[in-house]
């Protein structure tokens, strides 16, 4: 008797994370996070200042502005209430 061998499926790949919060970071600069990608690979021109401004988001004063920028947003939305952000 013999018995069914099993299908090999691919292995999946390990996902390099290239730019860790980066939809967080477009969301706070105003910006799609497909085009803030594009920006910082050099595939497109951004609004000048774009990749400072990215830049300036990944130090620790970037992050308290980024902080207080998203407490604001979301006293100001109807969050509670199950609304979107």
Known sequence: MET????????KR???????SICLAAK???????HLW???NGERKGRAGLV?????LKTEEGRLRFQKFMAEK???????????V
């Open 38 to 40: 594009y920006v910082l």
């Open 14 to 20: 390990k996902r390099i994370v290239k730019y860790p």
């Open 74 to 84: 979301l006293k100001g939305s109807n969050h509670e209430m199950g609304g979107r």
């Open 28 to 34: 706070c600069l105003g910006v799609s996070r497909i």
């Open 52 to 56: 400072e401004a990215y830049e300036l």
């Open 4 to 11: 069914k061998k099993k299908e090999m499926r691919p292995r």
